[in-house]
């Protein structure tokens, strides 16, 4: 019999979106699939229309958010739900190959210490490239940076098979995943603190914490518009980014490299700050980190709250792992050395 899984999708305010990315995993050649619908508080119009294409097909369950809950509580909804033994997180703005899910569900299957797994995520509109969000598979830089295979910072590359691997990766992309439910019962599901962006590196790095593999399936592939949930808002995303990227390590760190790491960090922002003034002022993206600081400020009891959870976490599972991060910095390399590729990157654990 075939294995039952669940397929979580956000809509938010774009039924060509939801419609698109639907009606390409209705035509998956994998049948045993139920299709969770979190709509996230769209406008009535938009809603409506959600309603009548997919409140009454029997594989679909609609969930309809009183609030916009961001990607973090969002999904969470769903997957308190969720009775496969996987579930896909999958965004709107992206459309599936047919037989996208056959390989992960592979994978999975061949070896039970992996927790999580992410497919090949090329550009929708180029899909000889790989895409911003996602590409080959996620690594985080010494200072909490996160990088990928075929992706750093604004470079992405063309596909040429370069990453047609099975690799393991230290996150996969919240564009689409596929994660092992037992092990979300382990380490949690998303934490809301983020509310969109960096929720799954977070939830990633407590997978690998806790002693499973993230990797990357190379022949499963998925096409990804990018940008579609956030559109017209650059500052508020680079915000988060910055933001988040910092919960990121107050969360997950050891203390000891917290207070060496941190510092340092804070310093590379001020860079970014600098080169922002510099190169494009008008385009206020150096606001962007003064906001994001100023706001983890004010929340600083709420990250201190969830770095104790994320810590008793690790100390009850008394795992020797050490915190998933290649020891360079992605700017010296991207920004001073010119290394816009993976593959020029000097990597070493």
């Not at 995520?121 to 590409?135: K, P």
């Not at 990804?224 to 949930?229: E, F, T, V």
């Not at 917290?258 to 600098?274: E, T």
């Not at 510099?278 to 994001?292: M, N, Q, T, V």
Request: proline share 4%; with cysteine; aromatic share 12%.
């Amino acid at each position: 019999m075939a294995i039952s899984l669940d397929i979580i999708v956000l809509s938010y305010n774009n039924f060509d979106y939801i419609n698109r990315c639907v009606a390409s995993i209705l035509n998956s050649e994998y049948k045993n699939i139920k299709i969770y619908i979190v709509d996230n508080a769209s406008k009535p119009e938009v809603l409506n229309r959600v309603r009548a294409s997919f409140a009454n097909l029997p594989q679909i369950v609609l969930i309809e958010n009183k609030k916009n809950l961001g990607f973090a509580e969002g999904n969470n909804i769903a997957l308190r739900q969720v009775k496969g033994k996987y579930t896909v997180i999958l965004n709107n703005d992206t459309i599936v190959e047919p037989d996208w899910l056959d390989p992960m569900i592979n994978v999975m299957e061949s070896d039970a210490g992996t927790g999580a797994c992410q497919p090949k995520i090329l550009d929708m509109n180029d899909r000889s490239r790989f895409e911003y969000g996602g590409a080959a598979g996620g690594f985080l830089d010494t200072y909490c940076y996160p990088f990928l295979r075929g992706r750093i910072f604004e470079t992405t590359e063309a596909d040429s098979g370069q990453y047609d691997d099975n690799a393991e990766l230290d996150w996969c992309s919240g564009t689409a995943f596929m994660v092992r439910n037992e092990v979300l019962n382990e380490v949690g599901l998303f934490d809301p603190i983020y509310f969109m962006y960096g929720e799954e590196n977070d939830l990633c790095w407590r997978i690998r914490m806790c002693g499973h593999k993230i990797v990357f399936v190379h022949d499963s592939v998925v096409y990804h518009l990018g940008k579609g949930s956030i559109a017209g808002r650059p500052l508020f995303k680079l915000h988060l980014n910055h933001r988040n990227s910092i919960i990121l390590m107050v969360k997950n760190l050891p203390l000891g490299r917290l207070i060496v790491i941190l510092p340092v960090r804070f310093l590379l922002d001020l860079v970014n700050i600098v080169f922002y003034l510099f190169d494009k002022p008008l385009s206020l993206r150096w606001i962007s980190i003064i906001w994001a600081y100023s706001e983890l400020i004010f929340i600083a009891p709420k990250v201190a709250a969830a770095r104790g959870v994320t810590r008793l976490l690790y100390k009850r599972r008394g795992k020797d792992i050490r915190y998933p991060a290649y020891d360079i910095s992605i700017i010296y390399q991207y920004f001073l050395l010119g290394r816009k590729r993976f593959n020029e990157l000097p990597l070493k654990r």
